[in-house]
């Protein structure tokens, strides 16, 4: 079962920042949270992933709170093109299970 | 493109039928897995190899599912008399492990199955 609890769906109006929660309650030491996305019919698109420090690159920013049992992707100027389905997934480092574990993710649509 | 690539897109086949998918992943990444998506859910571990050797199996993955990757690079994934309920897109995704750190995963578009 996915360690991580998402709302099933978020709305966002084009140009605005897009903020997408996700609670990992459970998370262990060793884990990292990743980020994908997930455009209709297409395979699953990294997005980025963090073990405890806030990181941003090019897609987004993930901000880990200091207790590392939530986080919050966020895209700053959505677009269109950023209507997905969302999906946080903790994972271990080596040594842990391989796999990610995907839930259900948020869908998110963009609204013009 | 340098991405990880899936053959054939799509894939139509009568139940009882063998098929047979391939994935290509991407250059010098020795971990490739599989994973299978059905509507409405996100997808859900099959198998995975690191270089040529199969190192984990989901129990998802029935004795009528074989996965290769033979010489360490493309892989195959073979469903022999196909059921309606393997009907799913099926995903590969490639990745690079070095030392201790994490691997990232990078898919591919995916195969759609439909079995009539």
């Known amino acids: 079962d996915a360690k991580t609890t998402q709302p099933p769906s978020m709305d966002c109006a084009e140009g605005r920042a897009a903020n997408l929660p996700c609670n990992h309650s459970?998370?262990?030491?060793?884990?990292?949270v990743y980020w994908y996305r997930q455009i209709h019919s297409q395979g699953p698109q990294y997005i980025i992933h963090?073990?405890?420090n806030n990181e941003t690159n090019e897609m987004a920013s993930l901000i880990i709170t200091e207790d590392r049992k939530s986080s919050t992707l966020i895209l700053p100027h959505a677009t269109l093109r950023d209507t997905a389905v969302y999906y946080c997934?903790?994972?271990?480092?080596?040594?842990?299970?391989?796999?990610?574990?995907f839930g259900k993710g948020t869908k998110l649509t963009v609204n013009p | 493109d340098t991405g990880v690539s899936q053959n054939p897109r799509h894939k139509i086949t009568k139940r009882g039928q063998n098929v047979t998918f391939r994935c290509d992943p991407i250059s010098e990444h020795n971990r490739l897995y599989w994973y299978r998506q059905t509507l409405g859910q996100g997808p859900e571990f099959l198998t995975y190899?690191?270089?040529?050797?199969?190192?984990?199996k989901s129990r998802l993955l029935s004795d009528r599912f074989s996965a290769e990757r033979p010489k360490g690079s493309f892989s195959t994934l073979e469903i022999q008399r196909t059921e309606q309920g393997d009907s799913a897109m099926y995903l590969c995704a490639s990745s690079l492990v070095t030392g201790r750190r994490t691997d990232t995963q990078y898919f591919g578009p995916g195969t759609r199955l439909t079995v009539l």
């Open positions: 459970t998370i262990s030491g060793n884990e990292y």
């Open positions: 963090g073990l405890k």
């Open positions: 997934i903790v994972r271990a480092t080596q040594g842990g299970s391989e796999k990610l574990v």
């Open positions: 190899f690191q270089n040529e050797a199969q190192l984990e």
